[in-house]
C-alpha cells in the first residue's frame, strides 16, 4: 500500500482560501469515509484537524473544511493566517494489506 | 484529559532492538473504543504508520514493518510498547505514540485523536 498522494506545497497570502488535495484509490479514501487530516507545526506532534473526510474535533477552527470526490479527498483553509503555516497530512483507512496510510504531507506558506 | 508520553533509549546501536513506552495517564489503555497506536517520522520526512494494538492484545502492523515489530500492551500499568528489531540507520526517527480511534468490531482504524510529544530515536554506533 502506498502512501496517499498529496501536494509538495500550497501557498496563498493572509485571507485567502487554500485547497489541498489527497489522492488514493478505491481501496482507502474512494472506499470509505474514514480520511483524516492532521497539521503538524515545526517540532510538535501533528493534531487532528478533520476526521472522516469533514468532521471537525472541538476546537478546530471553522476555517478548516474537508471534502471527498471520488478517490481525492481535499482539505481547505479559508481566511487564511500566518498560524496556519505547517505541514498538513492526510490519512485514510484501507482494505489493502495496510489498514491504515498516511499522505506524503504538504507544506503550506502563508506569503 | 488524556496524555500520553514516550520514553526509552535515544540513542540505540544497528544491529541491535530499539524498544520504547508509551504511558497513558487521564483515561484507561482498556477503552473499548479505542486501539493504541505508533507513528514515526524521520528528520524531514512524511509520518508513517508503524502499528496499533487493542487492549484485548490484538494488533495491526504495517507491512513493510511488520517482520521487524512487536507491540505490546500492559493494562496494568496503563502502558503500550513498541519493539523494532535489527535496526538500521533508516530507523532514525521521531517516534510517537497516540490513541487509535477505531470501529473495533470490524478492525476499521480511523484517525490519532491524541499524541505524545514524540522522542527522537538515532541508530548510530
Known amino acids: 500500500q502506498s502512501a496517499l498522494t498529496q501536494p509538495a506545497s500550497v501557498s496563498g497570502s493572509p485571507g485567502q482560501s487554500i485547497t489541498i488535495s489527497c489522492t488514493g484509490t478505491?481501496?482507502?479514501?474512494?472506499?470509505?469515509?474514514?480520511v483524516s487530516w492532521y497539521q503538524q507545526h515545526p517540532g510538535k506532534a501533528p493534531k487532528l484537524m478533520i476526521y472522516?473526510?469533514?468532521n471537525r474535533p472541538s476546537g478546530v477552527s471553522n476555517r478548516f473544511s474537508g471534502s471527498k470526490s471520488g478517490n481525492t479527498a481535499s482539505l481547505t483553509i479559508s481566511g487564511l493566517q500566518a498560524e496556519d503555516e505547517a505541514d498538513y497530512y492526510c490519512?485514510?483507512?484501507?482494505?489493502?494489506?495496510?489498514?491504515?496510510?498516511f499522505g506524503t504531507g504538504t507544506k503550506v506558506t502563508v506569503l | 484529559q488524556l496524555q500520553l508520553q514516550e520514553s526509552g533509549p535515544g540513542l540505540v546501536k544497528p544491529s541491535e532492538t530499539l524498544s520504547l513506552t508509551c504511558t497513558v495517564s487521564?483515561?484507561?489503555?482498556?477503552?473499548?473504543?479505542?486501539?493504541w497506536g505508533w507513528i514515526r517520522q524521520p528528520p524531514g520526512k512524511g509520518l508513517e504508520w508503524i502499528g496499533s494494538?487493542?487492549?484485548?492484545?490484538?494488533?495491526y502492523y504495517n507491512p513493510s514493518l511488520k517482520s521487524r515489530v512487536t507491540i505490546s500492551v500492559d493494562t496494568s500499568k496503563n502502558q503500550f510498547s513498541l519493539k523494532l528489531s535489527s535496526v538500521t540507520a533508516a530507523d532514525t526517527a521521531v517516534y510517537y505514540c497516540?490513541?487509535?480511534?477505531?470501529?473495533?468490531?470490524?478492525?476499521?482504524?480511523?484517525?490519532?485523536?491524541?499524541w505524545g510529544q514524540g522522542t527522537l530515536v538515532t541508530v548510530s554506533s
Open positions: 497516540a490513541r487509535h480511534v477505531a470501529v473495533v468490531p470490524a478492525a476499521i482504524l480511523l484517525d490519532f485523536d491524541y
Open positions: 487521564g483515561g484507561s489503555i482498556s477503552s473499548s473504543s479505542y486501539y
Open positions: 494494538i487493542y487492549y484485548s492484545g490484538s494488533t
Open positions: 478505491s481501496s482507502d479514501v474512494g472506499g470509505y469515509n474514514y
Open positions: 472522516d473526510v469533514s
Open positions: 490519512s485514510s483507512y484501507t482494505s489493502s494489506s495496510t489498514p491504515y496510510v
